[in-house]
């Protein structure tokens, strides 16, 4: 069974910066998209960014120019460093698998985190 777990959540000041980490357990050969996605109180989730196997990256235009995702295909974890957040920043976030092969299979559909809480007040 593939599971994924968050760290780096915490709480910051605007203007701060946090990194967040997500590694994977299981039988894992390669993955296909990982990515982030956070949910706001009262809100629905949102993408932030994936990373593509190939290292091709995608923001939400709320992030772009102060978060960057990246991934370690060879540990199968995915960062994401925010820099200049904001309180609207505030939010849970997921970490995200979609599509992954375990070295016999290819499993299609979504994994989740737990999901690591992100906080921006002052």
């Known amino acids: 069974q593939v599971r994924l777990v968050e760290s780096g959540g915490g709480l910051v000041q605007p203007g701060g910066s946090l990194r967040l980490s997500c590694t994977t357990s299981g039988r894992i050969f390669s993955i296909n998209i990982m990515g982030w996605y956070r949910q706001a109180p009262g809100k629905d989730r949102e993408l932030v960014a994936t990373v593509t196997s190939d290292g091709r990256t995608n923001y939400a235009d709320s992030v772009k120019d102060r978060f960057t995702a990246s991934r370690n295909n060879a540990e199968n974890t995915v960062y994401m460093q925010m820099n200049n957040l904001k309180p609207e920043d505030t939010a849970v976030y997921y970490c995200?698998?979609?599509?992954?092969?375990?070295?016999?299979?290819?499993?299609?559909?979504?994994?989740w985190g737990q999901g690591t809480q992100v906080t921006v007040s002052s």
């Open positions: 995200n698998v979609e599509g992954y092969y375990d070295g016999t299979h290819y499993h299609t559909g979504a994994i």
